[in-house]
């Protein structure tokens, strides 16, 4: 049975050119999963099945990446910056 979430996963790699990098994968499934939760870093770690640390961690990767990374409370309608 797929999930929402598989249908983000979907969503996000049909997007996807050939030959990018699994960290940008990364950094947008992270992205539309936050997006779902309007930023509430607890459930959008618990739906990925990582820690809240991990999230943190990338979060800040994501960030130095130029990535824009949700705040809390989130709304969408906010650009999402790519390298």
């Known amino acids: 049975m797929k999930t929402e979430y598989d249908k983000d996963l979907m969503m996000v790699l049909s997007q996807m050119k ?3 990098c699994w960290q940008e994968v990364l ?3 992270i992205y539309v999963v936050m997006l779902r939760h ?6 959008t770690a ?3 099945g990582i820690s809240l640390r991990t999230l943190r961690s990338k979060m800040k990767q994501m960030t ?3 990535y ?3 705040a809390s409370g989130f709304k969408p309608g906010r650009p999402f910056k790519r390298p």
Request: hydrophobic share 35%; charged share 30%.
């Open 46 to 48: 618990r739906d990925l």
């Open 27 to 29: 950094f947008t499934l």
């Open 64 to 66: 130095g990446a130029g």
């Open 18 to 20: 050939e030959g990018v």
């Open 38 to 43: 309007d930023g509430n870093r607890f459930r």
């Open 68 to 70: 824009h990374v949700p």
